[in-house]
């Protein structure tokens, strides 16, 4: 890998380390097998949102290229938010594409995702069902974020009522985590989500 990538990935990794948000414990970098490309990142889901309490882990491959192009970065922890893909983890925000900057840094990209759960955009969507819910059903949004937040992420939320229909699915034979999906994107009605997934 390019010495300068290298270089000012370990000065923004002693950044991160030293920063007033690892205090906080609200954001995290570690190195992947000591290789400098491969980071794993994780983020506090922020207060006063449906991912507080829950620790969302993201990884981090850095090019060769770096800092004159973005780190590519996606959610491992699976989420429920109009701006990342309820399947690959996948992120729509415009720091991680068109509107980089070598000025900006790993914390800054940590601290927006941070923002972007905060302030999601769902009119520029990476997850059009989760968009469509969170404008149209924004109630059932906030209990399906915060489900997943607590299935996934480690947060303080249970939803017995949640948790029967997807155990009604699991009785069907249904993988655990495609029952959540299936019941989520229909909107916790269980015989659209059966009808949705047996069709």
């Not at 970065?73 to 429920?80: L, Q």
């Not at 109009?82 to 914390?107: E, Q």
């Not at 969170?134 to 996934?152: G, L, Q, R, S, V």
């Not at 999906?181 to 989500?193: H, I, P, R």
């Amino acid at each position: 890998m390019a010495n300068m990538a290298v270089s000012r990935i370990k000065r923004e990794f002693k950044e991160v380390m030293k920063s007033e948000e690892i205090v906080q414990c609200s954001i995290k970098i570690e190195l992947i097998n000591d290789s400098w490309t491969e980071l794993r990142g994780e983020i506090a889901g922020p207060p006063d949102t449906p991912y507080e309490g829950g620790k969302f882990i993201l990884e981090i491959k850095v090019p060769e290229t770096y800092p004159f192009n973005p780190p590519k970065v996606r959610f491992i922890t699976k989420i429920w938010h109009p701006n990342i893909s309820s399947v690959t983890g996948a992120i729509c925000l415009d720091i991680l594409k068109d509107n980089w900057a070598a000025a900006m840094t790993l914390r800054t990209v940590l601290l927006s995702l941070q923002a972007l759960l905060a302030a999601a955009e769902p009119d520029d969507p990476q997850d059009a069902v989760v968009a469509y819910q969170y404008k149209d059903k924004h109630p059932i949004f906030i209990t399906t974020a915060k489900h997943w937040t607590n299935a996934y992420a480690g947060g303080p939320h249970k939803f017995p009522e949640c948790d029967a229909k997807i155990q009604r699915l699991k009785d069907m034979g249904i993988d655990e985590h495609e029952a959540r999906a299936v019941l989520s994107k229909e909107n916790w009605d269980l015989e659209k989500a059966t009808e949705s997934h047996f069709s």
